[in-house]
């Protein structure tokens, strides 16, 4: 099982990026899939998540409305289109998978997720 990330960078406050998480070694389908952040000296923190069947979504409340998450199973790809970023945003993005034979579940929390990417730094200047 492998998951990598790309995309991150350094932008300007207001400005986009869109991290992409590569999926392989495994039936990517069957996976609930969540991205996290964490910042130094912060927590993990998850950011959004969406279920297999891409039917439910959710969303940390700091980033409703500027973030969005989706997947491709075909590709075995998820993804992360950040928009208005903010310095607060600024943090190290995972990406983690989890199997499930629920098409709905999916969750911000992190314990359940079994596999992690490496990481892709995000930083937003103000």
């Known amino acids: 099982v492998q998951l990598v990330e790309s995309g991150g960078g350094l932008v300007q406050s207001g400005g986009s990026l869109r991290l992409s998480c590569a999926a392989s070694?495994?039936?990517?389908?069957?996976?609930?899939t969540g991205w996290f952040r964490q910042a130094p000296g912060k927590e993990r923190e998850g950011v959004g998540c969406?279920?297999?069947?891409?039917?439910?979504?959710y969303y940390a409340d700091s980033v409703k409305g500027r973030f969005t998450i989706s997947r491709d199973n075909a590709k075995e790809m998820v993804y992360l289109q950040m928009d208005n970023l903010k310095p607060e945003d600024t943090a190290t993005y995972y990406c983690?998978?989890?199997?499930?034979?629920?098409?709905?579940?999916?969750?911000?929390?992190?314990?359940?997720?079994?596999?992690w990417g490496q990481g892709t730094q995000v930083t937003a200047a103000s």
């Open positions: 983690a998978l989890q199997i499930t034979t629920s098409p709905d579940w999916c969750s911000l929390l992190d314990r359940p997720y079994s596999y």
């Open positions: 070694g495994f039936t990517f389908e069957n996976y609930a």
């Open positions: 969406i279920s297999k069947r891409y039917n439910k979504k």
